[in-house]
């Protein structure tokens, strides 16, 4: 049986306010943590970004907020400035009715944003650990009367490198808060985290929801880096698309593909986290009257897209994260109906595709792309399809008038036909076939067959490979400057970073701050080498140019580092 907002005691007014945004019930997660939290219990909710998590802390730290403190009553960690922003944005949505004043504090934002609005009064904090922690140590952050603190995507923080920062931050506040884990994994280091500082936490496990949906057929593509537009210009012509996300790895990739999509011929709008609020609802609405087939949007961007008749998950970019693919695909197969997932990926991404394969635990199978013969055939069948509706119409009085005087010129009726269609499909579909080369795969090494045996692999996987793995355990890293530059593993790329040993740094100061400013998850880096004056990290290719992009950002403590290819 569900439940229904009014029935979890909260306040009238957050009732209200979630009513207004269209909630009709809460959702699971909701349902089981907001009487735990109104309650005061500690708790751990084991829930990804899609559950509704956010309201399931928001809304009774909002119960529990008194208007007019003169201090901090709620602290919320997030792993990235993108979560931060986005939590703070809910629970002001959220607590539009209580007058809550929300402040987000991340990195890469000037501290004079920041400290005057701390100065003026807040009531809720959400922030990034390393920023929390600037704050703290410049003593403008006093968290020594919070209430609530929130670790939200607590597994994500611990794999970049902030679990110190965590601790450190969690033992400036009162024994007495109540604390909120959120996770959607549940890792030893998370246990012990919540074992050391949570008070007899009660658990939250979402009936682990299918980690992928069975009314979703996935497949793959193995196509070179520079032609996958090649390769999504041929599936948008043979696959009966209703209405497809596609999704890029960066929010400029949206745009390009979008442009370069209008070049060939094919409509499609980007979701960029850079549209304001109006412009994402006008883009969200023509996509969800089917004006506009196609949206190219990365994740964050599609945070809290809530369409339920999503055709088509298109991966044009893989996402280095098993979990964020099946988020992905989640968002098509819904509401009874079947729903295709397709992704491209390149020789190198292969060993990322058995990772996924594995953590799904379900076979991705590998498609050849369509090939001109088959492209010039589904033309023909739309064309002969578009054909049948007027021949069934029977209203094509004036052209039967043209035919008539034609056979009546001598011409075969089967020809007049034949002339007629080919017309038709030059004004129709006309555009060029895109060309795409041939794929050279890496064969695998000899003696190095799949570890993993079931997904085991005409790819091609090798141990070698499976050895990139993102989620690598920490520990795992070399720590001293012993690496030469032939260890350096395949598929990584070595940068090099201008800082090392005589600046104090460590390896959770490297990866905390390339993951954070990079915006990639902090598992996905490689060998990381601390030297006298310099870092060598080892980065998957698929992330060095977003990893490169952001150099002038990185900063460690106070030093800005420069990061470039060693
Ligand atoms: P979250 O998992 O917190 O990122 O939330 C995902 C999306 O679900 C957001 O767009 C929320 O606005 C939406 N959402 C949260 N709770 C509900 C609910 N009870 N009913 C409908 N949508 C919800």
Known sequence: MSTRFEELGLHDHLVQTVAELGYQEPTPIQAAMIPQMLGG???????????????????????NFTKGCHHIQGLILAPTRELAMQVAKSMEQYGARTGVRVLAVYGGQAYFHQIP?????????????????????????????????????ADEMLSMGFVEDIQIILDETPAERQTALFSATLPPDIRRLAQRYMNDPQSCTLAHKQLTVETVEQRHYLVNEFDKLAALTRLFETEDIASALVFTRTRAATGDLVTELAQRGFTAEALSGDLSQEARTRVLERFRNNQVKVLAATDVAARGLDIDDISHVINFDLPPDPEVYVHRIGRTGRAGKTGVALSLITPKERWLMGKIERFTRQRVPRHTLPTEGDIVQKRQEKLMQRMQVWLNRGRCKRELEVAASLAEEGHDPLDIAAAAMRLAQKEGDSRPIAQISKVVEPRPKMGRANPQGRFGDRSGYTRAQGRRDYARPRGGRPEGGHMGRDSQEKGMVRLSLSTGRSHGITVSHVVGSLAHHADIPGRALGRISIQDNRTLVDVPEALVEQVLAKTGNYRIGR??????RA
């Not at 990804?48 to 802390?57: I, N, R, Y």
């Not at 030093?559 to 470039?564: D, E, H, S």
């Open 559 to 564: 030093n800005q580092v420069q990061v470039r």
């Open 41 to 63: 219990c500690d708790v751990i909710g084991q829930a990804q970004t899609g559950t509704g998590k956010t309201a399931a802390f928001a809304l009774p730290m909002l119960h």
């Open 117 to 153: 609005k701390l100065k003026q009064g807040v009531d809720i904090v959400v922030g990034t650990p390393g920023r929390l922690i600037d704050l703290m140590k410049q003593k403008k952050l006093d968290l020594s009367r919070v209430s609530t603190v929130v670790l939200d995507e």
